[in-house]
């Protein structure tokens, strides 16, 4: 079996690094972070998806080994980089990926694959990674080693489609990269999806990603119009997916978070201006409406106090959910913590309960983390459900509190008066 090396251990890298391991390879878990590879080598997941004996059995059986130590890169057959891909005053930073490639660059022998997985614009692998690879290597793309790309759709929390079940993208510079890079992932994922180009999968990451915004955003803009229209958007939206065709359902929220909706349709607005010096409006307009949600949140929360006679000022509110979205524990870019920004900022005394979110995660200073528990319900003037993880006790919630704000449309409705969508 070859030697896999896997640079970047986070919520993508870890799960495709273990299960190149469970296929047989011998593989290198490489990430710059020590006290992350720390944890690792010691079977302390961070990542939900892979279980603590999932890991520890890899470990024990010597197919996976966590490590930040270059020198563990040597004679590696495959390489997949799988690092962040954030934005920098608004604008890709590839940094991350420089930095990958030209120390994977100090390893490249003949007959090796380096994969690029880190979502980014068209181009990267051609335009960006392979001139790196090829000057500090001295050698040649597609001649003597083999390139190419493949797009990650993990879907943390998601318990049917995990990396094996969920078709993969990828692509080759050449045919014979084509072949090593499905070749890899064929011991991997039940399907594999071969691309014509490393451009055409990188695109197509983009297209998933800014669909699921546009769309989100649609239904989001109708969501505060339809409250003025007294129509429940929520019923509507149940209402339009009864057709069988045509039509793909999306549902309200307080916004969008994580890695990947509040940033990479932005990659791919940068280049389309960058390129042909035009605006892609679409993903312009769906930033503005899902950045807006938030706002939009305390605007309804400001209202049912208001009916109330209280203020946000004073009260103390429960906050429900702190990841971006259920049964995940990832609260980067999460709308939350937007939420509690503002409604800190309004004077309320906030507490939020999220047992998915590490207590380290910062959450914003003033905001007190606590246990769902009724006395926590019971004690608040108002509750926000912002994130519907599965193991919320629900009908405690809906019967202890003396007001929700649900905007995920999970609890029980029979509770006249005191529950609300959003
Ligand atoms: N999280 C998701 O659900 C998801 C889904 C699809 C695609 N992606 C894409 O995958 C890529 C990685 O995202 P993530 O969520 O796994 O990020 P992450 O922050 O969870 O993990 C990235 C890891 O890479 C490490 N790292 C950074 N620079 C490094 C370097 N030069 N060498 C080695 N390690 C380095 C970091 O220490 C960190 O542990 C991004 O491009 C993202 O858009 C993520």
Redo the contacts with the bound molecule.
């Keep these: 079996m070859s030697r896999a090396v896997i640079?970047?251990?986070?919520?993508?890298?870890l799960p495709l690094a273990v299960a190149a391991a469970r296929a047989g390879h011998t593989t290198i878990g490489?990430?710059?972070?020590a006290e992350?590879v720390r944890r690792l080598a010691a079977g302390d997941s961070h990542i939900e998806d892979v279980t603590a004996d999932t890991l520890r059995d890899v470990l024990a059986n010597g197919t996976y080994r966590p490590s930040s130590d270059e020198a563990d890169l040597a004679d590696f057959d495959v390489a997949v980089i799988?690092?962040?891909?954030p934005l920098s005053e608004g604008s890709p930073d590839l940094s991350?990926i420089e930095?990958?490639a030209r120390?994977l660059a100090r390893h490249l022998r003949p007959g090796a694959t380096v994969i690029l997985?880190?979502?980014?614009y068209p181009g990267t692998t051609d335009d960006f990674v392979r001139p790196l690879l090829e000057e500090v290597s001295g050698l040649t793309a597609g001649a003597d080693f083999h390139l190419g790309y493949s797009s990650?759709?993990?879907?943390?929390g998601n318990k049917t489609w995990g990396l094996k079940e969920t078709p993969k993208v990828m692509a080759g510079i050449s045919d014979k990269s084509a072949e090593m890079v499905r070749d890899f992932y064929a011991q991997i994922v039940d399907t594999p999806v071969l691309v014509s180009s490393p451009r055409v999968a990188e695109l197509s990451k983009l297209i998933e990603n800014t669909f699921r915004h546009v769309n989100i955003a649609l239904v989001n803009e109708l969501a505060m119009y339809a409250d003025s229209l007294d129509v429940d958007i929520w019923e509507a939206v149940d209402a339009a997916s009864s057709k069988p065709f045509g039509f793909m359902r999306f549902t309200p929220g307080p916004g969008v978070g994580?890695?990947?909706l509040p940033?990479?349709p932005v990659y791919l607005s940068w280049q389309v201006e960058r390129t042909v010096g035009r605006l892609f409006r679409f993903v312009e307009l769906a930033n503005h409406i899902n950045g807006h949600m938030p706002q939009y949140v305390v605007q309804r929360l400001m209202t049912a106090m208001n009916a109330r006679r209280r203020t946000i000022n004073g009260s103390r509110i429960l906050l429900l959910g702190l990841a971006y979205k259920a049964n995940t524990g990832?609260a980067r870019e999460s709308p939350a913590l937007r939420v509690a920004e503002l409604l800190l900022e309004l004077g309320a005394e906030l507490h939020a309960a999220d047992p998915h979110v590490s207590e380290s995660h910062p959450v914003g200073d003033g905001v007190v983390r606590v246990e769902l528990t009724a006395e926590e319900v019971e004690r608040a003037d108002a509750v926000v459900l912002l994130t519907d993880h599965d193991d919320f006790d629900y009908d405690l919630i809906a019967w202890k509190a003396a007001y929700v704000l649900d905007c995920r449309r999970r609890l029980p409705r029979d509770r006249a008066g005191n529950v609300e969508l959003l």
Aim: hydrophobic share 30%; with cysteine; proline share 6%.
């Design positions: 640079v970047g251990q986070g919520y993508a890298g490489f990430d710059v972070d992350r799988i690092v962040p891909t991350h930095s990958a120390m997985e880190s979502t980014t990650e759709r993990i879907d943390p994580g890695h990947c940033i990479d990832d």
